[in-house]
């Protein structure tokens, strides 16, 4: 049974910044890409930002690049959003996700965390 468990959503100002975080147990981290993923109201889920598994590669949506990072502590079996220069536009609950492999498609990621919100005021 995987938990993974995401923390550090909450208001914030537009041009704030906020860090989330993923923690995971009951399967070797280090053998998952994580990624964030997140969905505003009325939308679709939609790709934020991927690290591989050893987290030497990263791969971001357009509309975060430059503004947000993912990282990961394979240590601590976490994985990290940092979000900066945030605008309302990134309001969403944002969940993060486990799969085999960097290259993996949204239906390849088998294991979700159950999500934290974001909200950004203007």
């Known amino acids: 049974q995987v938990q993974m468990v995401e923390s550090g959503g909450g208001l914030v100002q537009a041009g704030g910044s906020l860090r989330l975080s993923c923690a995971v147990s009951?399967?070797?981290?280090?053998?998952?890409?994580m990624a964030w993923f997140r969905q505003a109201p009325g939308k679709d889920r939609e790709f934020v930002a991927v690290?591989?598994?050893?987290?030497?590669?990263?791969h971001y949506a357009d509309s975060v690049k430059g503004r947000f990072t993912i990282s990961r502590d394979n240590a601590k079996n976490t994985v990290y959003l940092q979000m900066n220069s945030l605008k309302p536009d990134d309001t969403a609950v944002y969940y993060c996700?486990?799969?085999?492999?960097?290259?993996?498609?949204?239906?390849?990621?088998?294991?979700w965390g159950q999500g934290t919100q974001v909200t950004v005021s203007s």
């Open positions: 996700a486990a799969a085999r492999s960097f290259y993996s498609g949204y239906s390849e990621y088998g294991y």
């Open positions: 009951g399967r070797t981290f280090s053998n998952y890409a």
């Open positions: 690290i591989s598994r050893s987290g030497d590669n990263t």
